[in-house]
């Protein structure tokens, strides 16, 4: 049975960080490119980083680059996500996702499998 379990979500200020976590079972972790997408409240899902089988290429949204770091350690089956400098526009669920094709992930809305969410909230 297939699982990706988010966790680290939670409340933050303005320009603070988080450390979002994902962990995998089920598949072969390292066959897989990993990734995040978010959706916040009236708005599609939309793609925010991704990160090849063995951590080799990154890829990530223009709105978060600079500032959100993606990684991967494939002895754990897990896979990361550090936000810093985070912003009230960051607010969302995020979703945790693996596909055996990374481009399918930079689309944000398609992947083999997807976590159940974790909420991230950015506010004074």
């Known amino acids: 049975q297939v699982q990706l379990v988010e966790s680290g979500g939670g409340l933050v200020q303005p320009g603070g960080s988080l450390r979002l976590s994902c962990a995998a079972s089920?598949?072969?972790?390292?066959?897989?490119?990993m990734g995040w997408s978010r959706q916040a409240p009236g708005k599609e899902r939309e793609f925010v980083a991704a990160?090849?089988?063995?951590?080799?290429?990154?890829y990530y949204a223009d709105s978060v680059k600079g500032r959100f770091t993606i990684s991967r350690d494939n002895a754990k089956n897990t896979v990361s996500l550090q936000m810093d400098s985070l912003k009230p526009d960051d607010t969302a669920v995020y979703y945790c996702a693996a596909d055996s094709q990374v481009g399918r992930l930079r689309d944000g809305r398609l992947a083999d499998y997807w976590g159940q969410g974790t909420q991230v909230t950015v506010s004074s």
């Open positions: 990160i090849s089988t063995i951590g080799v290429f990154k």
């Open positions: 089920g598949f072969t972790f390292s066959k897989y490119a």
